[in-house]
């Protein structure tokens, strides 16, 4: 059973920084695309990043540039660092599994997930 896991997320102010991690089990860890999406209250789910089996990444543009997703295979772990954090990067965080290749940041796309964890970022 596919099992995500997130944590990291906190309260920061404006212009620092966090770093998540997903730790996933019950299936094979490098085999597919994973990503990270956001959602703020009262907003859609939007995609964060995401990283493909051969590590090639994809960023939305409102992260590029300050979040950087990366992987550790060996550890089952899914990162997110993120730098020079803005109000507006507050939201409840989710790291998901999609198929075996990425194709953009939609989250419809992915179809495992973790429970969150919170992002705040004041100003």
């Known amino acids: 059973q596919v099992h995500l896991v997130e944590s990291g997320g906190g309260s920061v102010q404006a212009g620092g920084s966090l770093r998540l991690s997903c730790a996933a089990s019950g299936y094979s860890y490098s085999g597919y695309c994973m990503g990270w999406f956001r959602q703020a209250p009262g907003k859609e789910r939007e995609g964060v990043a995401t990283?493909?089996?051969?590590?090639?990444?994809a960023y939305a543009d409102s992260v590029k540039g300050r979040f950087t997703i990366s992987k550790d295979n060996a550890e089952s772990t899914l990162y997110l660092q993120m730098n020079s954090l803005k109000p507006e990067d507050t939201a409840m965080y989710y790291c998901a599994r999609g198929a075996r290749y990425c194709i953009d940041l939609r989250p419809w796309r992915f179809n495992y997930w973790g429970q969150g964890t919170q992002v705040t970022v004041s100003s």
């Open positions: 990283i493909d089996t051969n590590g090639i990444t």
